[in-house]
């Protein structure tokens, strides 16, 4: 099964993308007793979030620039070269991270924030903060919902933190392992509960259809490993049932040769189940 990276959701880092939409400030007028208070704060606010979407458009030239020389060069991705336009964008990042949080401060109910938030703490691997912020839109502003794709990822990418972690402490014979486990299957079940919840509401036909393969892949790839016995069969079943069915219903669309593959796969990994030789 060839893995394609969901993350792709946070590469091109675009809060404009989003189609958000500032709450509109309380109005003064120069009578008024805050209104130079609140004119200055309206300008720091607007330097930082001018100062934070530069950031991130230095982040989004550097990525592309990283792919081009990777993808179209060659150049390994380990290189000293690679190296340093990590690290370039790793200090663009937390800079950004800096802006925007002085703006939740002079702001704590923009949504707009949070969501960069969610964003770039995700690429700076705070991912229990990226999952916070991203959870106040969903809470907040529903209807700002392809947000779930971020925290989705967040959590996915957490899991995969304690499953590296598990495997390590499982070769090294540590008594924890099992704990670890359990942690990596809790936040891959939550990235599907945040898929599963969202993606019928998605605008986005081609983002909704990689949204409900991306959780096949999480079945396949990740619970089914982790998972034995009745509780690995359920994640066969689930493949089999909702890609199947997603698939039913939208025949051309672009993922639907990888989730027919991904189905076949997982009818097989049930038939050997019921056949005793489940691993």
């Given at each position: 099964m060839k893995p394609i990276l969901f993350c792709s959701f946070l590469v091109f880092l675009s809060i404009a993308a989003f189609g958000c939409a500032q709450k509109p400030p309380k109005v003064l007028t120069p009578d008024d007793p805050d209104w130079a208070k609140q004119r200055d704060i309206n300008r720091k606010l607007d330097d930082l979030l001018q100062r934070g979407e530069y950031c991130l458009r230095q982040c989004r030239d550097i990525e592309f620039h990283k792919s081009r020389l990777i993808e179209i060069d060659n150049v390994p991705y380990y290189s000293p070269q690679i190296a340093d336009l990590v690290n370039k964008q790793r200090t663009f990042y937390e800079e950004a991270e800096g802006c925007y949080r002085e703006a939740l401060r002079l702001d704590p109910e923009s949504m707009l924030v949070h969501q960069a938030l969610c964003q770039i703490e995700a690429k700076l691997g705070?991912?229990?903060?990226?999952?916070?912020?991203?959870?106040?839109?969903?809470?907040?502003?529903?209807?700002?919902?392809?947000?779930?794709?971020?925290?989705?990822?967040?959590?996915?990418?957490?899991?995969?933190?304690?499953?590296?972690?598990?495997?390590?402490?499982?070769?090294?014979?540590?008594?924890?392992?099992?704990?670890?486990?359990?942690?990596?299957?809790?936040?891959?079940?939550?990235?599907?509960?945040?898929?599963?919840?969202?993606?019928?509401?998605?605008?986005?036909?081609?983002?909704?259809?990689?949204?409900?393969?991306?959780?096949?892949?999480?079945?396949?790839?990740?619970?089914?490993?982790?998972?034995?016995?009745?509780?690995?069969?359920?994640?066969?079943?689930?493949?089999?049932?909702?890609?199947?069915?997603?698939?039913?219903?939208?025949?051309?669309?672009?993922?639907?040769?990888?989730?027919?593959?991904?189905?076949?796969?997982?009818?097989?990994?049930?038939a050997d189940y019921e056949a005793g030789y489940d691993e």
């Open positions: 705070k991912y229990d903060d990226a999952i916070e912020h991203g959870m106040q839109v969903l809470k907040t502003t529903p209807a700002r919902m392809m947000i779930y794709r971020d925290v989705a990822v967040a959590y996915e990418r957490k899991a995969n933190l304690a499953q590296n972690e598990y495997n390590r402490k499982l070769k090294d014979g540590n008594q924890e392992a099992p704990s670890k486990k359990a942690e990596a299957i809790k936040d891959y079940e939550e990235a599907v509960r945040i898929i599963m919840e969202y993606y019928p509401q998605d605008p986005d036909n081609v983002g909704q259809a990689q949204a409900v393969w991306h959780i096949g892949l999480i079945w396949y790839e990740k619970l089914a490993v982790l998972y034995t016995g009745a509780d690995r069969l359920k994640q066969y079943n689930n493949i089999i049932g909702v890609l199947g069915n997603f698939v039913k219903e939208h025949p051309s669309n672009l993922f639907a040769d990888d989730m027919k593959a991904m189905v076949d796969a997982a009818a097989e990994k049930k």
